[in-house]
């Protein structure tokens, strides 16, 4: 016997692949166009007489899997979002009604389906009455009716002021629904229009099973009425799709990490080490002439020598500095408790105390030996105050404050773009890192491939690598950091990122690739460089974010709120009663910043998190790739045919 022309249709339908890449409009979008009109196609040829039941049943069946492979590829990667975003605007009292109304629904939309999977597949064992009252109450007009609840479903999520507040929940910030998922909102709204697409499709199904039952139990033509349930079908697919990239459009792309429930130095945050720290002096250490005529005010910037100028005992006991920045006088007596190894933890003093009672840092029991310092008179004349100075410290056998310049990019030979960012440190070098996944045809990428490039292994002791073209050395005079975020052109992802140096600071640049969005395929040759367009404004404008008195970052009570971009930010000391000032910050966030579902890239930017009081954070971002501005209607006008 000839097969009908469903079951040709059907066959064209490809099982998804899903172990190696995640769900896809696209790919929905084609499977929702091939099952509903093998649905239309099947239900049809029954109402006209020209195929049996058993042909009936058996392709509704398939369609039936197909939508299963459909839910399965959703789960697999993005677990009931539409319950996850419900459960966001239940909080929102304006929406809690209708959100319950949606669930509500939606629940009933599951339970018709399930009983038509079921007379599908078991339709012998049950009575005529049970399949009539079936497709009566599907088709009804009454408010449980599947037509009915599909229809004010969509009613609901088209209205502007759902999708508006929705779009406000999701917006990024340091706390909420979006610390919660490593998905941007547009990645976030995505999922939910492909889970309400695939509601649509199988509550089609349903109506669909329900005019065949009602086709073979109760006889009668419903040319009509199958027409007019796929034409709404189409209509409401389209309207959705329509309504899905103008939304897309307006939701955030942005995805990056916000603070941990634990710092953790090396896995959530990297720091500068050795390098801005309180220093004590005695003026006479200070002053080139080893004389204590000058006040410690004076002395704003100087180098020192390798050796103490005198035979002060508590210089030569210090770890010499090379530079002082910014003396000043406290007091003429103090207590120091110094660290027990200045090295591994990175600070010269736990505290100090001074005489009239002001303590820098945090006063607790010293684990080392007291040291009582006092000014002194050197000649009667002179007053030999000590100072508290910062000390720009340079070893290069310690110091840990160089940051690669070099590109960081992805296997483009491979096909392969950047997928995710996070700071790393190897060598005693900073590096941005790149996250890679090979590219697939829609914007998909291959799961199987994913995997962090290993950063560049070479040392600063290398001869073959050089100093501001290979890495950046932060000292004091070059110590800034452009914050900003720079996009994708159209038709291209990012294939690499890099610092270079403009001036006294560094900017990120990302390297662009053009590619074919329908092949998947790169146009490597064609790559280019591209940095933030305003870097000069902001180096003539000075938009400097100030880090004043600040403490050090991991020590807040809560997460980082306050979020800056587009200015720049100068690593400094930690303020001198919060922290002694030992210790440079801002830190970097070492998180990784990658898509729980990897996606090519339309953007990258750093920008500077915090809480006010304390030096934050300096943190990457990702900006997911735009699929909206290829999205297109799934129905063409008209009666759709294969």
């Known amino acids: 016997m000839r097969l009908p022309k469903s079951v040709v249709l059907l066959a064209t339908c490809l099982p998804f692949v899903t172990s190696m890449v995640g769900p896809s409009f696209f790919e929905f979008s084609d499977k929702i166009f091939q099952i509903t009109n093998?649905?239309?196609?099947?239900?049809?040829?029954?109402?006209?007489?020209?195929?049996?039941?058993?042909?009936?049943?058996?392709?509704?069946?398939?369609?039936?899997?197909?939508?299963?492979?459909?839910?399965?590829?959703?789960?697999?990667?993005?677990?009931?979002?539409?319950?996850?975003?419900?459960?966001?605007?239940?909080?929102?009292?304006?929406?809690?009604?209708?959100?319950?109304?949606?669930?509500?629904?939606?629940?009933?939309?599951?339970?018709y389906y399930k009983d038509t999977v079921k007379y599908l597949r078991d339709f012998d064992v049950y009575a005529n009455s049970t399949f009539i009252n079936f497709a009566t109450r599907v088709l009804s007009e009454l408010p449980n009716s599947v037509t009915h609840m599909t229809r004010s479903v969509h009613q609901q999520i088209v209205k502007e002021d759902f999708m508006d507040l929705l779009l406000e929940r999701l917006r990024p910030t340091g706390n909420g629904y979006f610390c919660e998922e490593k998905q941007s909102a547009q990645e976030l709204l995505h999922n939910f229009f492909n889970e309400i697409l695939l509601m649509n499709t199988r509550s089609y199904i349903t109506v669909n099973t329900a005019y065949i039952f009602k086709k073979l139990y109760t006889k009668g033509d419903f040319h009509n009425e199958i027409t007019h349930a796929f034409e709404t079908l189409k209509l409401q697919t389209n309207n959705l799709v329509a309504v899905m990239k103008l939304h897309l459009a307006r939701a955030s792309s942005e995805l990056w990490r916000c603070d941990p429930n634990k710092h953790v130095s090396g896995e959530t945050f990297i720091e500068l080490r050795h390098f801005l720290r309180g220093i004590i002096l005695n003026k006479a250490n200070l002053d080139p002439n080893k004389a204590c005529s000058a006040e410690c005010d004076a002395f704003t910037y100087r180098k020192l020598p390798n050796k103490c100028n005198n035979d002060n005992a508590w210089?030569?006991?210090?770890?010499?500095?090379?530079?002082?920045?910014?003396?000043?006088?406290?007091?003429?007596?103090?207590?120091?408790?110094?660290s027990k190894n200045i090295n591994r933890e990175n600070r010269r003093y736990e505290y100090v105390k001074f005489g009239n009672g002001r303590v820098f840092g945090k006063k607790k029991n010293c684990s080392t030996r007291l040291t009582y310092l006092a000014t002194y008179i050197y000649w009667i004349v002179y007053r030999c105050s000590y100072?508290?100075?910062?000390?720009?410290?340079?070893?290069?056998?310690?110091?840990?404050?160089?940051?690669?310049?070099?590109?960081?990019?992805?296997?483009?030979?491979?096909?392969?773009?950047?997928?995710?960012?996070?700071?790393?440190?190897?060598?005693?070098?900073?590096?941005?890192?790149?996250?890679?996944?090979?590219?697939?045809?829609?914007?998909?990428?291959?799961?199987?491939?994913?995997?962090?490039?290993?950063?560049?292994?070479?040392?600063?002791?290398?001869?073959?690598?050089?100093?501001?073209?290979?890495?950046?050395?932060?000292?004091?005079?070059?110590?800034?950091?452009?914050?900003?975020?720079?996009?994708?052109?159209?038709?291209?992802?990012?294939?690499?990122?890099?610092?270079?140096?403009?001036?006294?600071?560094?900017?990120?640049?990302?390297?662009?690739?053009?590619?074919?969005?329908?092949?998947?395929?790169l146009k490597d040759h064609q790559s280019f460089i591209i940095h933030d367009p305003n870097i000069q404004h902001k180096h003539d404008s000075g938009k400097e974010l100030k880090l004043i008195t600040t403490d050090i970052p991991t020590r807040s009570p809560f997460p980082s709120t306050r979020l800056t971009t587009d200015k720049y930010v100068q690593f400094t000391n930690t303020g001198y009663d919060k922290d002694a000032g030992q210790t440079t910050v801002p830190f970097f966030d070492a998180q990784p910043v990658e898509s729980t579902m990897p996606v090519p890239l339309s953007g990258v930017g750093l920008f500077h998190k915090g809480q006010p009081g304390y030096g934050g954070f300096i943190t990457p971002k990702i900006l997911t790739y735009n699929f909206w501005k290829h999205l297109k209607a799934v129905f063409p006008l008209g009666r759709n045919k294969n």
């Open 387 to 521: 100072c508290f100075c910062i000390c720009d410290e340079y070893d290069k056998y310690s110091t840990e404050r160089t940051i690669n310049l070099r590109l960081a990019m992805s296997n483009t030979a491979g096909n392969k773009v950047v997928t995710g960012l996070r700071f790393v440190k190897h060598n005693r070098i900073i590096h941005l890192q790149v996250q890679e996944g090979k590219l697939l045809p829609f914007g998909q990428i291959d799961l199987s491939t994913v995997r962090w490039v290993p950063p560049e292994d070479y040392s600063i002791q290398n001869k073959n690598y050089h100093k501001n073209e290979d890495y950046h050395v932060f000292t004091w005079e070059e110590r800034g950091v452009d914050l900003a975020d720079i996009k994708a052109e159209n038709g291209t992802v990012i294939t690499g990122v890099q610092f270079k140096k403009v001036g006294t600071r560094i900017h990120l640049e990302v390297r662009l690739t053009p590619f074919n969005f329908t092949t998947g395929v």
């Open 38 to 111: 093998t649905v239309f196609d099947t239900v049809t040829t029954i109402n006209n007489g020209t195929t049996t039941k058993d042909y009936a049943f058996s392709q509704m069946d398939l369609a039936v899997m197909h939508t299963d492979e459909m839910e399965g590829k959703i789960k697999e990667f993005n677990s009931e979002e539409v319950k996850k975003i419900s459960r966001i605007l239940l909080n929102e009292a304006r929406l809690k009604p209708k959100i319950t109304d949606i669930r509500m629904k939606q629940n009933y939309l599951v339970t």
């Open 315 to 338: 210089c030569n006991n210090q770890q010499p500095c090379r530079k002082i920045i910014n003396c000043h006088y406290i007091d003429s007596s103090m207590e120091v408790c110094p």
